[in-house]
């Protein structure tokens, strides 16, 4: 099994943390986007889209999306449950790990991926797009914020791979675009600073 790797990418990271708290050992195979290794023939033959993260297995299959790939592997190694212990758990982890990559993740991707000079000639970059979704970041860190002064987790009392995919979009935010987690938020801030201390969080 290996997996193909883009460092800075916070799929990428969503995965490579997942696997840190499995304690999982899967060699990784850093992809030079810039150069264009993803759109080689030998690439897209894995996966058409040219997107990493992505999980090939020693028969050749290859798994791509960052929850298919944490879910392949939650199958393997159940422990520690990374996406709920029992049917009810399981569909609230996948909720919440649903509307972090959807309405936090992907607006801040967005902001990104519309501002930046390194997406210049990669995609039609809408400035008015980037500004639509930092008001869309903002407004779900505020609603993050009420929700976490009520508990300690995303997605209840314990750790899951929603904390992993919403930590993995703010380390992308911080570093990419400038978005910071206020600190008058206190239970968003208390919550970034408990999962950034877990010894998995610069995987
Ligand atoms: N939904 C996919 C998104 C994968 C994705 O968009 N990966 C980006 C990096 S964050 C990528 O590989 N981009 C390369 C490109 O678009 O050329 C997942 O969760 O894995």
Same mark, same amino acid.
């Given at each position: ?17 997942? &696997? ?11 992809? =030079? ?18 997107? %990493? ?5 020693? !028969? ?13 592997? *939650? ?13 009810? =758990?399981?569909?609230?982890?996948? +909720?919440?790990?649903?509307? %972090? ?6 607006? %801040? &991707? ?7 000079? +390194? ?21 779900? +860190?505020?609603?993050?914020? *009420? ?6 987790? &995303?997605?209840? =009392?314990?750790?899951?791979?929603? !904390? ?7 380390? +992308? ?5 400038? &978005?910071?987690?206020?600190? =008058? ?19």
């Amino acid at each position: 099994m290996k997996l193909y790797d883009l460092p800075p990418s916070p799929n990428a990271r969503r995965v490579r943390i997942f &696997i840190a708290e499995k304690g999982l050992d899967i060699p990784l195979h850093p992809v =030079d986007m810039m150069a264009g290794e993803n759109k080689s023939p030998e690439y897209l033959a894995k996966n058409p889209l040219g997107k %990493m993260p992505l999980l090939e297995l020693d !028969d050749g299959r290859c798994i791509a999306e960052s929850a298919a790939i944490c879910r392949y592997l *939650e199958e393997l190694h159940p422990d520690p449950p990374l996406m709920g212990r029992d049917a009810i =758990d399981r569909a609230l982890v996948e +909720m919440w790990h649903r509307r %972090m990559e959807l309405e936090l993740l992907n607006p %801040m &991707i967005s902001v990104f991926v519309h501002t930046a000079e +390194m997406w210049q000639g990669r995609v039609v970059q809408i400035p008015q797009l980037a500004e639509v979704s930092r008001e869309q970041v903002q407004a779900r +860190m505020a609603w993050l914020d *009420e929700e976490l002064k009520g508990r300690e987790y &995303i997605a209840g =009392d314990s750790y899951t791979v929603a !904390d992993i995919a919403a930590q993995c979009a703010f380390v +992308m935010g911080k570093a990419a675009v400038g &978005i910071r987690i206020p600190e =008058d938020m206190s239970g968003l801030s208390q919550w970034w600073s408990r999962v950034t201390s877990r010894p998995t969080a610069r995987a």
